[in-house]
Nanobody, 121 residues
Framework: QVQLAESGGGLVQPGGPLRLSCVASGTIYSINAMGWYRQAPGKQRDLVASINSNGGTNYADSVKGRFTISRDNAKNTMYLEMNTLKPEDTAVYYC???????????????WGQGTQVTVSS
């Protein structure tokens, strides 16, 4: 079994920083792409940022220059550094990873349970 666990969400004032973490645990052979998604009330889940196994990154236009995604492959952990947060960043943030549980076969998609980020004064 593979599990993803997010942490680091909470309430922050506009303009403030917050750091999210996502740890993958269980039977893991390799982790391909990882990413952060977010879903605000009444809206669809959208990609915030992604990072591949070589460290290549991709960001939504709305967070470019403010958010930084990174990963520590030795710890099976991914991070999202969020700066200059805005009220419109308020959402549940989900961790996603494409993981091979064994040395053969395709990777499978796994999701965390989500962590709430609220930006408000």
């Amino acid at each position: 079994q593979v599990q993803l666990a997010e942490s680091g969400g909470g309430l922050v004032q506009p303009g403030g920083p917050l750091r999210l973490s996502c740890v993958a645990s269980g039977t893991i052979y390799s982790i391909n792409a990882m990413g952060w998604y977010r879903q605000a009330p009444g809206k669809q889940r959208d990609l915030v940022a992604s990072i591949n196994s070589n460290g290549g990154t991709n960001y939504a236009d709305s967070v470019k220059g403010r958010f930084t995604i990174s990963r520590d492959n030795a710890k099976n952990t991914m991070y999202l550094e969020m700066n200059t947060l805005k009220p419109e960043d308020t959402a549940v943030y989900y961790c996603h990873a494409a993981i091979r549980p064994a040395g053969w076969g395709p990777p499978y998609d796994y999701w965390g349970q989500g962590t709430q980020v609220t930006v408000s004064s």
